[in-house]
């Protein structure tokens, strides 16, 4: 099997160049991608809002629940390309080609079964989840289309970490942004121009991920060398999809039940009253200023670290996890301090509607994120550790530390605070600091014994 020079040249590079400048150069551009995406997501919300508080409640609690599901296809992501990544830096391009086209077909249908299950039945699962019936009624419309998106969005999930395997960071970027403002100037036309609901934002998402899938089929038909797809090559057995699977099932059970963890607490919130969870689901965007940019080091890191393992070089992948964690903890510093500025300002603009400005949803989500910046250091260094430990097949830790983040230091914490004390909607915030702070001590923990393992495997290089 045949490998470009170009993806043979980026292999070679991966190998060789020094593990703060790789850092920078093929995470850099997926981190600012995310951070741009976590931007256009706030401005997305501010559509919402300029409807009105309700809006934005609806779209804040669906929009959790779709990203539940969204686990699924970014799991299959994960866990797939790490594997071609692995064969990737072993020079096995046949197995890259095998388990490239093996990946896309698993993404479809996994996206037809989630059609086939939740478009028809969408209410009667948002009740399951017990979304309050207000926010059903103003969103179910907009849930269905959500998910149309979410399955096209899950091709394209693995279109993007097949190429981030590649090394093609910065044009992912490129092409994502480009989605992404196709996304916001069809709704800034649907909810500005033509005065639509909260349902024409999620049309609007659903009309940018088909661009981004013609783009994807394009170059995927059109490839040379290993990372074409091919029918072929598909294989569902042996070496091929079950090293894949053997990871992605992890991760797409940590993913699952993480979010699962969060719509649950948005139920919970529900005690405050309706806003509360809109609030919650706010003060979490404004967390994905700072918090989106540790994903994306963490995205691409866990592919350099499990490219380096496949060559043999463990020493180097302990080089590019320790340079990870300096570059998270900065972000998640200099995060805080620019947030404790800027949050007032920030939470009234997702409180002002057309009508008039929301003082009390203001100063609920400033309540709630005033103790939710306190962990932005500690999930620097979590995301740093799941790298390391998803680069080194380590999945299975990775879904235990997040199962114990939400269903240990989150649900529990907020149940007491609900149950045992008078305090009020900043109960959410306090649970979501403690779970934030204690999963980055733990998972501190965690790297130990993978960091003791790379150690002695570093003396028989």
């Not at 256009?40 to 779709?66: C, E, N, P, Y």
């Not at 799991?75 to 391009?93: M, N, R, T």
């Not at 179910?140 to 190429?163: D, K, Q």
């Not at 309540?367 to 790298?387: F, K, P």
Request: with cysteine.
């Amino acid at each position: 099997m045949n490998v470009s020079k170009k993806d043979e040249a980026f292999r070679q590079y991966a190998l060789e160049a020094h593990p703060l400048r790789l850092i920078m150069i093929v995470c850099g551009p997926l981190a600012v991608y995310m951070a741009l995406q976590q931007i256009f997501k706030l401005l997305d919300a501010l559509m919402a809002a300029h409807i009105g508080s309700d809006a934005v409640s609806a779209v804040s609690v669906l929009s959790q629940i779709t990203l539940m599901i969204t686990a699924l296809g970014s799991g299959l992501a994960v866990g797939g390309s790490i594997k071609i990544s692995e064969a990737y830096g072993q020079g096995d391009y046949d197995l890259v080609r095998r388990r490239t086209s093996t990946l896309y077909a698993l993404v479809i249908i996994l996206s037809a079964i989630i059609c086939a299950v939740l478009i028809p039945f969408a209410v009667p699962f948002l009740r399951l989840l017990q979304t309050p019936e207000d926010l059903i009624s103003k969103g179910t419309g907009y849930f269905r289309v959500e998910i149309l998106s979410l399955v096209v969005g899950f091709f394209n999930t693995v279109y993007i970490a097949i190429e981030r395997s590649r090394g093609h960071s910065r044009m992912i970027m490129l092409i994502n942004v480009a989605v992404i403002v196709l996304k916001l100037l069809l709704s800034a036309l649907f909810i500005y121009v033509l005065d639509q609901g909260v349902m024409m934002i999620a049309v609007a998402t659903l009309i940018s991920q088909l661009a981004l899938t013609a783009f994807a089929v394009i170059r995927m038909l059109t490839d040379e060398g290993a990372f074409r797809v091919s029918a072929g090559s598909i294989s569902f057995g042996g070496e091929t999809a079950a090293p894949m699977l053997k990871i992605s099932g992890p991760v797409v059970a940590e993913k699952l039940l993480f979010q699962s963890g969060k719509v649950i607490v948005n139920s919970m919130a529900g005690v405050y009253g309706a806003l509360t969870a809109g609030a919650l689901g706010m003060s979490n965007n404004i967390g994905g200023l700072t918090t989106n940019w540790h994903a994306g080091f963490q995205d691409g890191a866990s592919a350099l670290i499990s490219q380096n393992r496949g060559a043999g070089k463990y020493s180097r992948t302990l080089g590019l996890f320790w340079w990870l964690t300096l570059v998270n903890v900065l972000i998640g510093l200099a995060g805080y301090i620019i947030v404790s500025f800027c949050l007032p300002w920030l939470a009234e603009i997702f409180a002002r509607s057309k009508n008039s400005l929301d003082l009390g949803f203001r100063d609920m989500i400033v309540d709630i994120h005033r103790w939710e910046m306190i962990g932005y250091i500690t999930l620097g260094l979590s995301c740093s550790v799941n790298a390391l430990l998803l680069g080194y097949g380590w999945a299975k830790t990775v879904t235990v530390l997040n199962v114990v983040r939400v269903f240990v230091f989150r649900i529990p914490v907020l149940w007491y605070l609900q149950t045992y004390t008078d305090v009020d909607h900043e109960a959410v915030g306090i649970t979501m600091m403690v779970s934030n702070v204690s999963a980055g001590l733990l998972s501190a923990l965690a790297a130990v014994p993978l960091i003791l393992k790379i150690k002695k495997l570093s003396e028989k290089e």
